[in-house]
């Protein structure tokens, strides 16, 4: 048979998977390089949906890497068009079965020392959590590079980095507007959930008013996904579209029985606050069940209640009062004290009921060693007492006493 009609029944035949292991026996018993170059073109432009197309990845993939008479100059373009798959693919199982063959390579003269250099970005993974990095990095760079760090971002296993990269990507909205496209493309991808949820994060946030947005809300509003859920109903407040059951489910989702009593709280509560403000069922909801030693089944949970009162009601004098007599009379007032206590120092500056607790609270930890997480409550009113509570501390006994003393002033 002659090399082009080879080439013909690999063109016809590379898509069935039974057809693999004699194209690529066939492959390596070719021994001329531009030979094996024709048969990888032929690869690469045989016609197919992406489920074939994912079949004949694999074969290319092991040419590649394996010991086959391929020209070096076509190994390292396919192996830097694979790299690229495992690192931003859309679908995980792919990505996976490409890894496992760059990997196989890793000692290749043609590829070994390119798939190594990325193997030192892959693994290990000193930090896991990169949360504050992203925006900075905004800052400092924002180039093509860092949008496109921002975008393989969206795929890490952790949903705090998602979150992050997606909020960096947010707040570029106005200067690159067309960064939109990219996180369609990503929807329209079958990618996995959590990156879909981080597409749509950056798009709710930056670009709520898309046009895509009029056919994506109504699909993923009442999908079973509680991500999308959350995602769709903050998009129609942001439309000023909200409805009763937005607000009920939302409730939901912070209540004790609800998915986010920890992670995505403060989302929650955000929308809340901006979808219905200073409404009085919320507020009188939210100090009903603020108390952490008062649990209600039906109520919402008691982080949640204090971000409610704290972000919403910071000025409505019922609500101060009752954050005011919880400080007073509970010793652990807050489980989730270190954000709640900053929060409380940031939003009652000069607030004299609050001013009043916070040295109470103060003054009550005088003979004990204060926790770390009362620091910023010295902020609220740097009044005296809560100096000297502070200043009578006998040294060491208190973490970071020296920076609380300072950050009071001269009083």
Request: hydrophobic content about 40%.
């Amino acid at each position: 048979m002659s090399f082009e009609n080879q080439l013909k029944h690999i063109e016809e035949r590379c898509a069935d998977p039974q057809w693999h292991d004699v194209i690529l026996g066939l492959t390596h018993l070719t021994t001329r390089p531009q030979d094996v170059r024709q048969i990888v073109e032929r690869l690469r432009n045989a016609p197919g949906d992406n489920i074939a197309k994912f079949g004949i990845d694999t074969i290319l993939c092991e040419i590649a890497v394996g010991p086959f008479q391929c020209p070096p100059d076509v190994c390292l373009d396919l192996c830097s068009t694979f790299v690229r798959e495992v690192e931003v693919g859309a679908w995980m199982p792919q990505r996976l079965a490409l890894l496992r063959l760059l990997l196989s390579g890793i000692y290749s003269s043609k590829v070994g020392t390119a798939i190594r250099d990325r193997l030192s970005n892959w693994y290990p993974c000193r930090n896991a959590y990169r949360t504050d990095l992203y925006s900075t990095l905004v800052l400092v760079n924002n180039d093509e590079a860092v949008r496109g760090i921002l975008f393989q971002v969206l795929r890490d296993e952790q949903p705090y980095n998602q979150e992050a990269a997606a909020i960096a990507i947010a707040d570029q909205s106005s200067l690159q507007p067309e960064l939109s496209e990219r996180l369609k493309e990503m929807i329209a991808a079958p990618n996995a959930l959590s990156v879909i949820v981080a597409a749509l994060e950056a798009l709710v946030r930056g670009w709520p008013n898309h046009e895509i947005w009029d056919d994506l809300e109504p699909r993923i509003r009442h999908c079973a996904s509680i991500e999308l859920r959350l995602i769709a109903i903050r998009r129609r407040i942001a439309a000023r579209s909200q409805e009763e059951n937005d607000l009920k489910e939302l409730r939901w989702m912070v209540s004790r029985s609800g998915p986010f009593m920890w992670r995505r709280s403060d989302v929650v509560t955000k929308a809340i606050v901006e979808g219905w403000p200073g409404d009085v069922a919320i507020r009188d909801d939210a100090i009903r069940c603020m108390n952490p030693r008062m649990l209600f089944e039906d109520g919402l949970d008691a982080n949640a209640a204090v971000r409610l009162l704290i972000a919403g009601y910071s000025s409505d004098p019922i609500a101060t009062a009752a954050l005011a007599s919880l400080i007073r009379t509970e010793e652990h007032a807050f489980s989730d004290s270190h954000w709640i206590w900053k929060a409380i120092s940031e939003k009652y500056v000069g607030n004299s009921e609050m001013i009043a607790a916070a040295d109470e609270c103060l003054s009550a930890g005088v003979s004990i060693v204060i926790p770390k997480s009362l620091l910023p409550l010295g902020l609220v009113g740097r009044t005296k007492p809560s100096a000297s509570s502070w200043r009578s501390l006998p040294r060491g006994c208190l973490f970071g006493s020296r920076s609380a003393t300072r950050s009071m002033g001269h009083v």
